[in-house]
Nanobody, 120 residues
Framework: QVQLVESGGGLVQAGGSLRLSCVASGSILRIEAMGWHRQAPGKERELVAR???????NYADSVKGRFTISRDVAKNTVYLQMNTLKAEDTSVYYC??????????????WGQGTQVTVSS
């Protein structure tokens, strides 16, 4: 199977920056897309940013101009650079990947989540 491991969360003051990383490992043939979602207490999980195998990106309106998603294809890794953080960015951030396995099975996996807390 495929595992996703996130890192880089933490506590930061409003206006500060954090960089999240997510590494995918396992029986991966090809990653179609990777992305970051977040879920705050009492709220639904929402898409933050996504990047496809072709390099196309899309962002939630709330983070446009502040967050940047990027990837290292050779390392099966996706990053989320978060600048000018606001208190409302406080959430658990989850990595997601859509992929084909070496057995030609289409799959979708989630990471365990990493907490981002922005103090105002």
């Amino acid at each position: 199977q495929v595992q996703l491991v996130e890192s880089g969360g933490g506590l930061v003051q409003a206006g500060g920056s954090l960089r999240l990383s997510c590494v995918a490992s396992g029986s991966i043939l090809r990653i179609e897309a990777m992305g970051w979602h977040r879920q705050a207490p009492g709220k639904e999980r929402e898409l933050v940013a996504r990047i496809t195998s072709g390099g196309s990106t899309n962002y939630a309106d709330s983070v446009k101009g502040r967050f940047t998603i990027s990837r290292d294809v050779a390392k099966n890794t996706v990053y989320l650079q978060m600048n000018t953080l606001k208190a409302e960015d406080t959430s658990v951030y989850y990595c997601n990947a859509a992929y084909w396995t070496t057995g030609w099975v289409k799959g979708n996996s989630w990471g365990q989540g990493t907490q981002v807390t922005v103090s105002s």
